[in-house]
């Protein structure tokens, strides 16, 4: 199996931000869940659960992202 971008997630406390998500990704979302759960050998999670850390990763390894960051911006 390839390895995912994504390891076991954290319990952190939430804010509540609401989005609108095309149904393709939703689909998506409940895909990785379930990859997910069979790579660290734990139960699927609810897909909301995934979009606070898979954005958390597409900012950090953004190179533009963190040199704007770097810089103040």
Do not use: C, N, W
């Not at 990704?25 to 869940?33: K, M, P, S």
């Not at 790579?39 to 609810?46: A, C, N, R, S, Y």
């Amino acid at each position: 199996m390839t390895k995912l971008k994504l390891g076991a997630l954290s319990d952190d406390r939430p804010i509540k931000l609401t989005v609108e998500l095309p149904a393709a990704v939703h689909r998506d979302l409940v895909a990785y869940a379930s990859a997910l759960a069979a790579e660290t050998g734990g139960q699927p999670v609810p897909p909301e659960r995934l979009v606070s850390p898979m954005l958390t990763r597409f900012m950090d390894t953004d190179r533009g992202f963190r040199k704007h960051r770097a810089t103040g911006g």
